[in-house]
């Protein structure tokens, strides 16, 4: 089945020489037909009737997955995006718990893992410290500016994104937070 729809086959040729030099009908594309037939059906009854659009008029089945392919990369692509847009916009406030709070940022970063899109742990990071807000600054500062956890380019991201691009508050200072703190499941204590 995979060499039908992974690989550029194609059929057969249609004659052959035979063994005394004549032209004949070529065997091998009559089984080749009938496999390609029978995979590109295995593939279009799987489908919903919205999606066999896609598929009307296409001859074999590596056209019917190729068609596939590309309809499904363009939805990955916009869901990817979306997903992403869901990590800029997830915020602490709006979880009851720390561990509510990175449970959706594991599971919009498993989501993106799904679709071949994965966060690395430093992404993950930037994300979490991102949504915290203003009450966590005297924690989150610190670690943005921490060379090998964050680029510039999501440094300048964060600050502009957190404090919005006409609220020029200035950062707390020390001092702010007197609590014990709470385990993170990456390994960092975070303030409550």
Known sequence: MGDHILFDS????????????KEEQNPLLAIWLQKD????????ATLSLAIRNFTIGLKYARDVW?????????SSKERARDLLR???????????????????????SN???????????GDKVY???NGLGDKYDSFVTPMQRHKNLLSNEKQVFTAHHRRGPYNNHSPRGRGQSRGRGVS????????K
């Open 10 to 21: 194609k059929a057969p040729k249609a004659t052959r020489l035979s063994s005394d030099g």
């Open 37 to 44: 037939r029978l995979v590109k059906s295995l593939i279009v």
């Open 66 to 74: 190729k068609a596939l392919e590309e309809h499904f990369a363009n």
């Open 86 to 108: 869901q990590l800029r916009e997830v915020k602490r406030d709006e979880h009851p718990t720390h561990d509510a709070y990175l449970q959706k940022i594991n599971m919009i």
């Open 111 to 121: 989501e993106l893992a799904a679709i071949k899109e994965p966060l690395d742990d």
């Open 127 to 129: 994300w979490s410290l």
């Open 184 to 191: 993170c499941p990456i390994g960092i204590r975070v303030a």
